[in-house]
């Protein structure tokens, strides 16, 4: 039987139950419990607050193969170890990833400007492949979202080409991830990372097949993917 750790910038109470104040966060961990128990009801959750990373009271077997981590969120403590705790850490260093970008691929990055990206590609990385979702984007309410964005083909070529690119320069494991960017006249300016199904993906619940918590999932556990649809 497994055993899923999922970590959350958020309050958690002791039955596991996350604060009033993240409701995004509360929409990401209830998809991923669903796509979970949908897959296996043996399979044990423990919700955890990132906070709580700090104590060194709180501790689990390394040893234990059958316990799986499950970040949902970038802010992970420094001295906590985990299997893809160097991962977390690159994305946590945002300019240098843009730096990186910027020499090694030549795309643009916002390293030099105020604005955040407001557009997110999912790309669900499996053992075999990488397979790009369609574009999610910002929706007219705060902290909405919406997927499909329709982008140039041109566009959205240049953008697979970037985030394959980037990926496998960091051995990119098992996982959904999701490259932050906006487009200025077309042009893809760079913005971040995101190494798991970030607040975006919750669009995926309503426009997508597999949604990207199902697929989350089934990339930890090793299950095939075939297809993403919107």
């Not at 309410?141 to 496998?168: G, M």
Request: glycine fraction near 4%; proline fraction near 7%.
């Amino acid at each position: 039987m497994h055993k899923v750790i999922v970590i959350v910038n958020a309050e958690v109470n002791a039955q596991g139950a996350i604060s009033l104040g993240s409701p995004a966060t509360r929409t990401m961990v209830t998809a991923l419990q669903r796509a979970i128990l949908a897959d296996s009801d043996s399979t044990e959750v423990d919700v955890i607050s990132a906070a709580s990373l700090w104590s060194n009271n709180l501790t689990y077997s390394k040893s234990n193969s059958n316990l799986i981590y499950c970040p949902l969120t970038i802010e992970i403590p420094p001295k906590f170890s985990f299997p893809v705790q160097k991962l977390y850490q690159t994305c946590q260093d945002i300019p240098g990833l843009q730096q990186w970008v910027e020499q090694n691929l030549g795309y643009k990055t916002s390293i030099r400007d105020s604005w955040l990206g407001d557009l997110w590609l999912p790309i669900v990385v499996t053992g075999k492949q990488m397979l790009y979702g369609s574009v999610i984007g910002e929706g007219a309410i705060p902290n909405s979202y919406e997927q499909p964005v329709e982008l140039d083909r041109r566009v959205e070529k240049s953008l697979h080409s970037l985030a394959q690119e980037l990926l496998t320069s960091l051995d990119a494991p098992p996982s959904v991830y999701l490259v932050q960017f906006r487009l200025l006249s077309n042009e893809i300016i760079f913005d971040r990372l995101w190494p798991f199904p970030a607040a975006p993906a919750i669009a995926s619940l309503r426009y997508q097949q597999p949604n990207l918590f199902i697929c989350h999932w089934y990339c930890l556990t090793q299950k095939p993917i075939v297809q993403v649809t919107t």
